[in-house]
């Protein structure tokens, strides 16, 4: 149980340090520590494979995409600073997350739950796969295809298609610039 | 208190923090990031429920994680492509200024 409360503590102080944090490559980098915890949390369970496959997705791959993400999406060195958010929209943001914590913590403490097994459920990588390929075989094909249309349809809406006449621009901040003005149509004051 | 409760109470202070950041920041990341918490909330109640729960079939909270992680790899691939698509045609990636949909 002890190691389950510092588990916990793990997962929770990460996280709201993670998003309550100004520069987002931090946030992005403490996150990585909120999935460990997850990890850790599906290791202290018993589901070991769950686990690995939460570090290899999530602490390698996910991370890694937001950090890019980050990086791309940015100009200078310090804009990766975010402006504060306004103070009412951040009282009514933890006004609603306390009253949905509250309400579920309520309807989780005050409901009666069956006893379950003492141990764990034995489970080992082959029963894993031996269920993936027989009863659930058509949900990993279609996991499969899902992956694939996603993936494809992330790159081509990522892939940028620059019209010509922006992309003879030498300067891109030159042009978002130029560009501006003539789409408000304030061009002739 | 029941075990399963404990674990119950932590992924639902995960989702309520995952929730609180997706509804105040403005920065379209840190939204995605408060989403992508709220799925590893869920994910939680799986292993949670299939380790303590009176469960009839052995495998059934792992497949079904399994199959979630799957769904949250794609949905983070497709948000992050939107977020770089909302930021070259906007030259910035805050929610309030994204809000024509015409490009």
Redesign the interface.
């Known amino acids: 149980?002890l190691s389950?409360s510092l588990i916990?503590a793990l997962?929770?102080t990460s996280?709201?340090v993670?998003?309550?944090l100004r520069n987002?490559i931090h946030?992005?980098l403490v996150?990585i520590v909120?999935?460990l915890g997850?990890s850790a949390?599906?290791l202290w369970?018993?589901?070991e494979?769950?686990g690995f496959?939460?570090i290899l997705?999530?602490v390698g791959?996910?991370s890694m995409?937001?950090l890019?993400?980050?990086l791309?999406?940015r100009?200078s060195m310090d804009e990766a600073r975010?402006?504060p958010?306004s103070l009412r929209?951040?009282i009514?943001?933890?006004l609603?997350?306390?009253a949905?914590?509250g309400v579920?913590?309520g309807a989780?403490?005050s409901t009666r739950?069956?006893?379950?097994?003492g141990r764990?459920?034995?489970?080992n990588v082959r029963?894993?796969g031996l269920?993936?390929m027989g009863p659930?075989a058509a949900?990993l094909l279609l996991?499969g295809v899902?992956?694939t249309v996603?993936?494809i349809?992330?790159?081509v809406?990522?892939s940028?298609f620059e019209r010509d006449d922006v992309s003879s621009d030498p300067d891109p901040r030159a042009r978002?610039r130029g560009r501006l003005p003539s789409n408000s149509g304030d061009s002739h004051v | 208190m029941?075990?399963?409760?404990?674990?119950?109470?932590?992924s639902?202070?995960?989702?309520?923090?995952?929730?609180?950041?997706a509804?105040?920041?403005?920065?379209s990341?840190?939204v995605?990031?408060?989403i992508?918490?709220m799925l590893?909330a869920a994910?939680?109640n799986f292993?949670?429920f299939?380790?303590?729960?009176?469960?009839p079939a052995?495998?059934s909270?792992?497949?079904f994680?399994?199959?979630s992680?799957?769904?949250?790899?794609?949905?983070?691939?497709?948000g992050?492509?939107?977020?770089?698509?909302v930021?070259?045609h906007q030259?910035?990636?805050?929610l309030k200024e994204a809000s024509r949909l015409k490009g």
């Open positions: 149980m389950l916990a997962i929770l996280a709201a993670a998003l309550s987002l946030s992005a996150l909120t999935w997850v949390f599906y369970a018993g589901a494979f769950v496959a939460q997705l999530y791959a996910i995409v937001v890019f993400a980050v791309l999406t100009r975010v402006q958010s929209r951040v009514a943001a933890v609603a997350g306390g949905l914590a579920l913590a989780v403490l739950f069956l006893p379950g097994a764990p459920p034995e489970i029963q894993i269920q993936l659930h949900s996991v899902l992956l996603a993936l349809g992330a790159t809406i990522a940028s978002s | 029941n075990p399963l409760q404990i674990c119950l109470l932590i639902c202070g995960l989702f309520a923090i995952g929730l609180t950041a509804l105040a920041r403005s920065n990341i840190l995605l990031l408060g992508e918490l590893n994910n939680l292993i949670a299939w380790r303590f729960g009176p469960s052995p495998a909270g792992v497949i994680v399994l199959f992680l799957a769904i949250a790899a794609a949905e983070a691939a497709v992050l492509a939107l977020v770089i698509a930021y070259r030259k910035n990636i805050r």
